[in-house]
């Protein structure tokens, strides 16, 4: 069965350092996202892609982060300046379609820590 | 305010137990409901999910839900629980036009003790 892939599982960084979140979405899905969660807390969305444009986010996603799909198959999720409260477990989905019958496909997951 | 509430955080129980895991939502317009299971180290996965029609939704691995609208509420079930359903337990929601971002619950820790 096809599935979501993430790298790395698990990236420790600097606080001020740049970090790139990388996903490998299902190859025929039209729909991207990135959630995340914040150790014990709920998981939360910040985005949603389609026809390389952002079609929501959420106020967490400010402008020190961004999106690309830089070709046929990876979704990053950029970080420009991390900060210690971005330390998180960083979740990629993907689906074909939006709402209806269509549900989202998760991946395993990035474990951001920054110190 | 869009929300969903898990009211356990953490249940523990014994092999063969019944499980009931609660999940009310707070969502203005018609929704979507999901159950995601997130094994230790693996990726949330979907154990069933409710877009219309009978309000009773079978999923994978024996779990049950049953959407009751009155009450806002999707509760899972399982009447006899294994040592592996040790998991924790996600209830989200999406709305069915104009946002189709999932809203997640706290989520619920489940030990099952063999």
């Known amino acids: 069965e096809p599935e979501v892939t993430q790298t790395p599982s698990h990236q420790v960084t600097q606080m001020g350092q740049e970090v790139i979140l990388r996903c490998v979405p299902i190859s025929n899905h039209l729909y991207f996202y990135w959630y995340r969660q914040i150790l014990g807390q709920k998981v939360e969305f910040l985005v949603s892609f389609y026809n390389n444009e952002i079609s929501e986010k959420s106020e967490i996603f400010d402008d020190q982060f961004s999106v690309e799909r830089p070709d046929g198959s990876n979704f990053t999720l950029k970080i420009r300046s991390t900060k210690l409260e971005d330390s998180a477990m960083y979740f990629c989905?993907?689906?074909w379609g939006t709402g209806g019958a269509y549900e989202q496909y998760f991946g395993p997951g990035t474990r951001l820590t920054v110190t | 305010a869009q929300s969903v509430s898990q009211h356990n955080h953490h249940v523990i129980l014994s092999e063969a137990a019944s499980l009931e895991l609660g999940c009310n939502y707070s969502?203005?317009?018609?929704?979507?409901l999901f159950w995601y299971v997130q094994y230790p180290g693996q990726h949330l996965q979907l154990l069933l999910k409710y877009f219309s029609g009978d309000p009773l939704v079978k999923g994978i691995k024996g779990f049950e839900a049953e959407f009751i609208k009155s009450k806002f509420s999707f509760n899972l079930r399982k009447p006899s629980v294994q040592w592996s359903d040790t998991a924790e337990y996600f209830c989200a929601v999406r709305g069915t036009s104009g946002t189709y971002k999932y809203i997640f619950g706290t989520g619920t820790r489940l030990k099952v003790l063999a």
């Open positions: 989905a993907s689906s």
């Open positions: 969502y203005g317009g018609t929704v979507n």
